[in-house]
């Protein structure tokens, strides 16, 4: 899959404690089995998917925050990522902001200092949460807490014997909640947790968190057996932030999720991005973008 929208979601894992999302499976998890077992073999397969899958997709997604409600469709690239933004504050752009959408996309295309920026970012934002996700399996105790014929859910607790290397795996350390696992597929489904106690850094003067924060990630196979984040609620509040394209507080729905070439130049993607939406759209991510709004 594409390193693009896939180790940013990692980023926002490792940031509000892991998100994880696991779909349809049909073998019922065995006893010998233990929750930490399961928990390593879903960081392999998230780490494997992570190396192996370079498929590049299109997608539209509806972006809430304090600053920013708005609707972009964006396509990854060989080159990166670029996105035209559709709608603002629930409406659609008039002709003059259309125009200026354009503009500024053709001022992208020829910007390479810019595009360099903004892929380092994502870079050192992923190479965070990859660290952060490798330490899932003991940075957290785990407890089976039901599922069904598809799914296996966990109960999670900060393990008190872990010792956290970062302020990134401080706050990573302080979550507690429920993942859930596709038994079949070893993915993740789905996350929701909290932050359990107030953290700060400096003793408050670089920083704290507060306690009762919350996030919720939900991921689904899109096709060809590429998983992508489809739901994403965060709810964090204090000053210490860590990722450089995250927000601590944003609601995030992305859905009408397209293959593209794998070898797709940015000059070829934003000719995409002048395409109308193809009809045909899975309904669930098309009523997952309608709710949003």
């Known amino acids: 899959m594409s390193q693009g929208r896939f180790t940013r979601t990692l980023a926002i894992i490792s940031f509000v404690g ?15 089995s233990t929750p930490a077992q399961l928990v390593n073999q879903v960081v392999k397969m998230e780490l494997k998917a992570a190396e192996q899958d370079s498929s590049h997709w299109m997608y539209r997604q509806h972006h809430m925050d304090p600053q920013e409600n708005e609707v972009k469709e964006c396509v990854e690239t060989r080159e990166g990522v670029i996105c035209r933004k559709l709608e603002e504050d629930g409406k659609k752009l008039s002709p003059q902001q259309s125009s200026q959408e354009f503009k500024r996309i053709e001022e992208q295309l020829t910007d390479r200092e810019k595009r360099r920026r903004e892929e380092k970012s994502r870079k050192e934002d992923a190479e965070k949460a990859l660290a952060m996700l490798k330490m899932l399996p003991s940075a957290f105790i785990y407890t089976y807490a039901g599922g069904d014929s598809c799914t296996t859910r966990l109960k999670f607790t900060p393990n008190p014997n872990f010792r956290p290397p ?8 302080e979550m507690s909640g429920t993942l859930i696992v596709d038994k079949l597929a070893k993915r993740l489904v789905a996350l929701q947790g909290h932050l359990i106690r107030n953290v700060e850094f400096g003793a408050g003067l670089l920083g704290h968190l507060e306690k009762g924060g919350t996030f919720e990630v939900r991921r689904t196979n899109v096709g060809d057996e590429h998983w992508e984040t489809t739901l994403l609620n965060v709810d964090i509040h204090g000053k210490a932030l860590f990722f450089k394209t995250i927000n601590a507080q944003q609601h995030e729905v992305t859905g009408y999720f397209r293959r593209v070439s794998d070898d797709l130049t940015l000059a070829r993607g934003v000719g995409l991005l002048t395409s109308p939406v193809p009809t045909g759209v899975p309904a669930k991510e098309g009523q997952a973008l309608a709710r949003s709004r």
């Open 166 to 173: 970062s302020r990134e795996a401080r706050v990573f350390h």
């Open 18 to 32: 892991l998100t994880f999302t696991f779909h349809g499976f049909a073998a019922a998890q065995t006893p010998q």
